[in-house]
């Protein structure tokens, strides 16, 4: 049985204290990690819900996606979810998240859909 080691990194931003774990059994499974690594509130702080920032809106647009067949004719492959505006980084025909299941098969392309997290604290006696 081999040996599984652990490779840590620690977030590259000044004065966190996050660390990345990576598992691996041979020195070539660590090839394609790069050995520096930033968390994901310090990564995209503006989409970290916190006390400072208590609510995140997302849009998705349904893109239709299409591919050419042998005779070199455009056919449509079918409708995918990716943010607005950017139809070649639509790749989900199915979007979830708590409370909801968005199909593509149900909608015509050029919905949109979205999607609000909100943190709602508590009431503080004063």
Not at 52 to 60: D, K
Not at 67 to 90: C, F, H, I, S
Request: proline share 8%; aromatic share 8%.
């Amino acid at each position: 049985m081999t040996r599984r080691r652990t490779y840590v990194r620690r977030c590259s931003a000044t004065g966190c204290r996050e660390i990345s774990q990576i598992e691996y059994t041979a020195r070539r499974d660590l090839e394609g990690v790069k050995p520096t690594w930033t968390c994901r509130k310090h990564d995209k702080p503006d989409e970290y819900l916190s006390a400072a920032n208590l609510e995140q809106t997302a849009v998705l647009e349904l893109h239709p996606k299409y591919r050419t067949n042998m005779d070199r004719q455009q056919v449509l492959l079918g409708n995918y979810w990716g943010p607005e505006g950017e139809p070649d980084k639509a790749h989900h025909g199915i979007v979830s998240g708590p409370g909801f299941w968005a199909d593509a098969k149900n909608f015509p392309p050029g919905t949109r859909l979205t999607v609000t997290a909100r943190i709602a604290l508590p009431d503080t006696p004063a």
